[in-house]
């Protein structure tokens, strides 16, 4: 570790798939911050382990584990400054914990010895650690509308602790599925946040186009963020428009209400620096991906949130949760936008969660019965940055007439900008919301949400998953599930088939892993003999197929576990020193 300048191997961009090393990272991130965002996480190892001796749980040290983790994830923060107050600020709360509890604190953890460390122990810590991370961005945006739990909130104490500790396979393995259930439970909490306080997202068309006049762009996934701009900026003759993660938004009832909400500017976070550069507008940044700013535009860079920039205005929030966006709103009037409207042409679609799919259910089950679809991909993720990724869109534009195409997060946009056309009037692209949005689609699959006649149809339809190409969300990266089964195996299917009601199951053969590292094949179980499970509700084979397309995240889920601990003994044999498994 000596000769490297810096060690960062958290997300896709990493150099030579490997890790960074160098003066900065692939994602632009210097070397001194890279250090700047260990020292944070070493201090916020050493108050966990000091809130743990002290026997101490409160909103405090939570919130600053959460912003500290936050603030960590890949395309958050470049500003070293920011990250280093926010570490003063979580060493001064570990001195206020030990004082309070009469005990010495806890002295910063050295984040090198994870990396350096063997490396199954590393590439677990690691996986604990980005899963962490990912957990805490959901926590942060489902705690700036006010809906907190404490059982997430104690779990990213106690894994932060945990990592402090020699550790084994035995031990970090059943932690990191645990981030993976604590996830699960992180992003629920957000789905109610996002709906109690915004409604229920509904299917809607949104433009491309650009009015004349000045205007906003705002990027990340932050909904409260963009409610506060819209209330600024009603009345004030400057539209708002979305870009990447928050295209969804438009979707929600509370934000759709805004007429000066006008639509999206731009398609996913990669194509920024060429999107932006003659943009006659500011862009904030409420959350991930920023990317190092062009000298085109970085004069009308706004950051907010967990994100920061060297030399970038930055939004502070009030103690009451405020934010005066009156500079940004200055900037837009002052640079006055287009003179006349764009003739940028088509619309994207957005809002197609778990609600509004169920609102469409006699529709789908009616058209799959009269064979007008014959299957349903699901086809999301979070995107890369590598070019010439084009795989998905190949994939999705070489799917079959009668097939619908599900989707999420920024994925997305490597092809719906693409006419499918429709199916007995549904659209064949149906986008269910951002990266945390997948929880929709778990909730649809296990609580057996659509409903159909039970008659045995001649239709046939069935469901593959797609994962998406390159950018794993971290919080992604580990899921809920019993380790004890290999990938493919029986007992692992039976479970499924049980939860759908027919314990007497035959299981189809297991799924494929294609070159693009996703899941593809069926991911059903169809009856064997009429048992009492199958004559209670699950004998019918369309029904079961149909519920295949809301359960297959569910699917992912509890599979990457068992995917896991396959990948975990190939490692040991197949991935060089160093590299992430």
Request: net charge negative; glycine share 10%.
């Amino acid at each position: 570790m000596a000769t490297e300048q810096m060690f960062c191997f958290q997300c896709e961009q990493v150099a030579k798939c490997e890790a960074c090393t160098g003066g900065a990272g692939v994602c632009g991130k210097p070397a001194d911050v890279a250090d700047a965002q260990d020292a944070l996480t070493g201090a916020m190892i050493a108050l966990a382990r000091t809130a743990r001796e002290a026997g101490v749980k409160n909103d405090r040290i939570c919130d600053l584990i959460v912003d500290g983790l936050f603030t960590c994830m890949t395309n958050v923060n470049f500003d070293g400054q920011a990250v280093t107050e926010l570490k003063d600020a979580v060493r001064v709360e570990t001195a206020a914990v030990a004082a309070a509890a009469g005990i010495e604190p806890v002295s910063d953890y050295d984040v090198d010895q994870i990396w350096g460390d063997d490396e199954d122990i590393r590439s677990l810590k690691s996986l604990v650690l980005f899963g962490l991370r990912g957990t805490a961005a959901y926590a942060y945006h489902a705690r700036v509308l006010g809906y907190r739990d404490a059982t997430v909130d104690e779990f990213f104490a106690d894994a932060l602790a945990q990592l402090a500790e020699p550790g084994s396979v035995d031990a970090l393995l059943p932690l990191a599925l645990k981030v993976g259930e604590v996830n699960l439970g992180c992003m629920k909490l957000l789905d109610e946040a996002n709906t109690g306080t915004y409604g229920t997202p509904e299917p809607t068309t949104v433009t491309r186009a650009v009015e004349a006049g000045p205007f906003i762009v705002v990027s990340g996934h932050d909904l409260h963020d963009l409610k506060l701009l819209l209330d600024q900026t009603e009345g004030r003759g400057v539209n708002v428009y979305t870009h990447g993660e928050l295209l969804p938004a438009h979707a929600y009832p509370e934000l759709k209400r805004y007429a000066h909400l006008k639509g999206n500017v731009g398609t996913a976070w990669q194509s920024q620096r060429v999107e932006f550069a003659d943009l006659p507008a500011p862009v904030l940044f409420t959350t991930n991906c920023l990317m190092p700013p062009a000298a085109s535009y970085a004069d009308r860079v706004f950051t907010t949130g967990p994100v920061a920039y060297p030399g970038m205005m930055h939004v502070e929030a009030a103690p009451d949760g405020g934010k005066d966006f009156e500079p940004l709103i200055q900037r837009a009037l002052e640079l006055g936008g287009y003179a006349a409207a764009t003739d940028t042409t088509g619309t994207f679609t957005t809002g197609f969660g778990h609600s509004a799919v169920l609102g469409v259910a006699d529709t789908v089950v009616d058209a799959v019965k009269q064979g007008a679809i014959s299957r349903f991909f699901l086809v999301g993720g979070c995107d890369g940055a590598r070019p010439g990724r084009s795989y998905f869109r190949d994939f999705v534009q070489q799917a079959p007439d009668d097939s619908i195409i599900l989707t999420l997060a920024c994925g997305k946009f490597r092809f719906n900008d693409l006419d499918l056309g429709t199916i007995g009037g549904l659209p064949r692209i149906m986008d269910m919301g951002q990266c945390n949005d997948a929880y929709g689609a778990i909730r649809r699959g296990a609580g057996r949400g659509l409903r159909l006649r039970r008659e045995r149809p001649a239709a046939d339809a069935g469901a593959v998953v797609v994962r998406a190409e390159g950018r794993v969300h971290p919080a992604d990266a580990v899921a809920s599930g019993d380790s004890r089964n290999l990938p493919g195996s029986d007992s692992a299917r039976i479970r499924v088939a049980r939860r759908v009601g027919c314990a007497g199951a035959r299981v189809r053969r297991p799924p494929h892993h294609h070159a693009g590292g996703g899941l593809e094949g069926d991911f059903g179980v169809a009856p064997d003999h009429a048992c009492e499970g199958a004559k209670r509700g699950a004998k019918n084979e369309i029904e079961l197929r149909i519920r295949r397309v809301f359960r297959s995240f569910l699917n992912w889920f509890e599979k990457t576990s068992e995917r896991f601990k396959a990948e975990l003994y190939q490692a040991r044999q197949s991935v060089s020193k160093g590299r992430v498994i």
